[in-house]
């Protein structure tokens, strides 16, 4: 009898799993997709620790939007921290208070979603180095290159506003901040800050109830669109693979998504779950009970913003006090350029970088085998470069910190970070693109007299030398290279050297070309050349 039903429920499954595929072709995109190849190399898991945070960030912030009150309703103080007793504050830091104290388990989700938080913005940040680094970026991915630069832009907006909601000292500081920043915005300046606060800041009131909106709705939702046209488009176009033996332009090889990778990913989810857990157990972030709730006449000593807003915070600190009159209306140079218009220019140029690098090379190729950093000199010096200064920045965000501990005088530090912006990138492009030179240098002679062995030998005249053996098959092709010749762009030799507009322009284009293609190499296996071929995956 049991055996009966259980035979007709499976049945019944099945029709209805035939149904479902008569309506949607399901077994046709399982078929089509389940074998789909994934890149085994571990540098590929960085956006995967991206994506698994978003969910971890989802997941948890579900569960304190139960308990959180989004008013700024001031009420006094009655709860389990008697330290704060009497103390008047808003709903929103009561409730923060409650949820560290009184609900089960929230002290921990809090902090989950903080370490979560933090960890996804440098998940992003380091996967997009990897991306510029290796040239991940180029045809056909440069929508997706763009979707991350704008990923990047919205996790920062969306880490800040979960920063500021509890409302507490520190994050009401950096909400000051804010209010400056868009304040010095020439003409609009006060509207925009009417119009963002509902009124004269703090109105937190009013204030954060549409910020909370912003952080649970509007800037999640976009998010999630962006990340999952971002896989879409990944998934469409395949992954980028490593140069290997036997690799080459639109050939993937690498583990099939079922089993193997669909394994691999729960595990990694599941790590990735669990690191951040212990960090939110063990690791103390925000204890937004030692600062007190906000009160526009107060700032704690040595406050420092979550790393992410750290450029920024560097940048306000060593920028010069300059400020003009211009057609009645007062403009805060030392406000505007480094918080204003130096984060748009750093973005628009980081957003942009793809398709500038493809005009100065004019490669209009598929890339699907990626770039050794070392033979991609100059773009790499770039990077470097980007990195250093970025760096400079985050490092002067910290300056009070940096003079108190090490006893330097806070000018001192402020004059250092200053040179440090024009000089860090000029030094990290010059440093970088001679250490990418010599590596290929050394490939290049290891090519020729083969890899080192460790052995010595002795010769008849009593001279000592290291035996040289032939490199493996996995070495030599990644030693294997040739400059791609087509590429480089000849000198203009105009009959009449007039200083004519479309002159002008082809010898700006021709010195970019050369500035890259003189110090650029490919491995094998890559390039027109493969253009002819159809699209081929390899599960092995």
């Given at each position: 009898?049991a055996?009966r039903?259980?035979?007709?429920k499976?049945?019944?499954?099945?029709k209805?799993?035939?149904?479902?595929?008569?309506r949607?072709?399901?077994t046709?995109?399982?078929?089509?997709n389940?074998g789909?190849?994934f890149?085994?190399?571990?540098?590929?898991?960085?956006?995967?620790?991206a994506l698994?945070?978003?969910?971890?960030?989802?997941i948890?912030g579900v569960y304190l939007?139960?308990?959180?009150?989004?008013?700024?309703?001031h009420?006094?103080?009655?709860g389990?921290?008697?330290?704060l007793?009497?103390?008047?504050?808003?709903?929103?830091?009561?409730?923060t208070?409650h949820?560290?104290f009184?609900?089960?388990?929230?002290?921990?989700?809090?902090?989950?979603?903080?370490?979560?938080?933090?960890?996804f913005?440098a998940a992003?940040s380091v996967?997009?180095?990897?991306?510029f680094?290796?040239?991940?970026?180029r045809?056909?991915?440069?929508?997706?290159?763009?979707?991350?630069?704008?990923?990047?832009?919205l996790?920062?907006?969306?880490?800040?506003?979960?920063y500021?909601?509890?409302?507490?000292?520190l994050?009401g500081?950096?909400l000051?901040?804010?209010q400056?920043?868009?304040l010095?915005?020439p003409v609009v300046g006060?509207?925009?800050s009417?119009w963002?606060f509902g009124?004269e800041?703090?109105?937190s009131?009013?204030?954060?109830?549409?910020?909370f909106?912003v952080?649970?709705?509007?800037i999640?939702g976009?998010?999630?669109?962006?990340?999952?046209?971002?896989l879409?488009?990944?998934?469409?176009?395949?992954?980028?693979?490593?140069?290997?033996k036997?690799?080459?332009e639109r050939?993937?090889s690498?583990?099939p998504?079922?089993?193997?990778?669909?394994?691999?990913?729960?595990?990694?989810?599941?790590?990735?779950?669990?690191?951040?857990?212990g960090m939110?157990a063990?690791?103390?972030?925000n204890?937004?009970?030692?600062?007190?709730?906000y009160?526009?006449?107060?700032?704690s000593i040595g406050s420092?913003p979550d790393w992410?807003?750290?450029?920024?915070?560097?940048?306000?600190?060593i920028?010069?006090?300059?400020?003009t009159?211009l057609l009645?209306?007062s403009?805060?140079?030392n406000v505007?350029?480094?918080a204003?218009?130096l984060?748009?220019?750093?973005?628009t140029?980081?957003?942009?970088y793809?398709f500038?690098?493809?005009?100065?090379t004019?490669?209009?190729?598929l890339?699907?085998?990626?770039?050794?950093?070392r033979?991609?000199?100059t773009?790499?010096?770039?990077?470097m470069?980007?990195?250093?200064?970025y760096?400079?920045?985050?490092?002067?965000?910290?300056?009070?910190i940096i003079?108190?501990?090490?006893g330097?005088p806070?000018?001192?530090?402020?004059?250092?970070?200053?040179?440090?912006?024009f000089?860090?990138?000029?030094m990290?492009?010059?440093?970088?693109?001679r250490?990418?030179?010599s590596?290929?240098?050394r490939?290049?002679r290891?090519?020729?007299?083969?890899?080192?062995?460790?052995?010595?030998?002795?010769?008849?005249e009593?001279?000592?030398?290291?035996?040289?053996?032939?490199a493996?098959e996995e070495?030599e092709a990644?030693l294997?290279?040739?400059?791609p010749?087509?590429?480089?762009?000849?000198y203009?030799?105009?009959?009449?050297p007039?200083?004519?507009?479309d002159r002008?322009?082809?010898?700006?284009?021709?010195r970019?070309?050369?500035f890259?293609?003189?110090y650029?190499?490919?491995?094998?296996?890559?390039g027109?050349?493969?253009?002819?071929h159809?699209?081929?995956?390899?599960?092995g």
């Amino acid at each position: 009898m049991a055996g009966r039903k259980g035979r007709s429920k499976a049945e019944g499954l099945e029709k209805v799993a035939w149904g479902v595929n008569d309506r949607l072709g399901s077994t046709e995109f399982l078929h089509r997709n389940i074998g789909k190849a994934f890149p085994k190399h571990w540098s590929f898991l960085l956006g995967e620790i991206a994506l698994y945070s978003f969910i971890v960030l989802l997941i948890t912030g579900v569960y304190l939007t139960l308990f959180f009150k989004p008013s700024g309703a001031h009420i006094v103080y009655d709860g389990s921290y008697t330290s704060l007793n009497g103390v008047q504050m808003s709903e929103a830091y009561a409730s923060t208070l409650h949820i560290s104290f009184d609900v089960r388990g929230g002290l921990l989700m809090r902090q989950i979603h903080h370490w979560a938080a933090i960890v996804f913005l440098a998940a992003i940040s380091v996967h997009l180095m990897r991306i510029f680094f290796t040239g991940a970026f180029r045809k056909p991915r440069e929508i997706n290159w763009l979707i991350g630069v704008t990923l990047f832009v919205l996790a920062l907006a969306e880490g800040f506003a979960g920063y500021s909601l509890p409302d507490d000292l520190l994050s009401g500081t950096g909400l000051r901040i804010m209010q400056g920043i868009v304040l010095s915005i020439p003409v609009v300046g006060t509207y925009l800050s009417l119009w963002v606060f509902g009124g004269e800041f703090p109105a937190s009131e009013s204030f954060i109830p549409r910020l909370f909106t912003v952080h649970i709705l509007l800037i999640p939702g976009l998010l999630l669109a962006l990340i999952t046209a971002h896989l879409m488009i990944l998934w469409h176009q395949t992954h980028t693979i490593w140069p290997g033996k036997g690799r080459r332009e639109r050939l993937v090889s690498g583990e099939p998504t079922f089993p193997h990778f669909a394994a691999q990913s729960a595990a990694y989810f599941l790590f990735t779950f669990g690191v951040l857990a212990g960090m939110g157990a063990f690791l103390q972030v925000n204890p937004v009970w030692l600062y007190g709730p906000y009160e526009p006449d107060q700032v704690s000593i040595g406050s420092q913003p979550d790393w992410y807003v750290g450029f920024l915070e560097g940048s306000l600190r060593i920028m010069p006090a300059l400020e003009t009159t211009l057609l009645g209306h007062s403009v805060p140079w030392n406000v505007l350029l480094p918080a204003v218009v130096l984060p748009g220019v750093f973005f628009t140029l980081i957003a942009m970088y793809p398709f500038a690098e493809r005009w100065a090379t004019g490669d209009e190729r598929l890339h699907h085998l990626l770039d050794r950093p070392r033979n991609a000199a100059t773009r790499t010096a770039i990077g470097m470069a980007a990195v250093a200064w970025y760096g400079n920045l985050w490092a002067a965000g910290g300056n009070d910190i940096i003079s108190f501990v090490f006893g330097i005088p806070l000018y001192w530090t402020t004059l250092f970070f200053r040179v440090g912006f024009f000089a860090a990138p000029i030094m990290a492009f010059v440093i970088t693109r001679r250490i990418c030179l010599s590596l290929q240098r050394r490939d290049l002679r290891e090519r020729r007299e083969g890899v080192e062995s460790g052995l010595i030998s002795l010769s008849p005249e009593g001279g000592y030398s290291e035996r040289h053996e032939q490199a493996s098959e996995e070495q030599e092709a990644l030693l294997r290279t040739r400059q791609p010749g087509e590429l480089v762009a000849p000198y203009p030799n105009h009959l009449i050297p007039l200083p004519t507009p479309d002159r002008a322009r082809t010898q700006v284009r021709t010195r970019a070309n050369r500035f890259y293609m003189n110090y650029q190499i490919e491995s094998y296996g890559g390039g027109q050349g493969d253009l002819e071929h159809d699209s081929q995956e390899d599960g092995g």
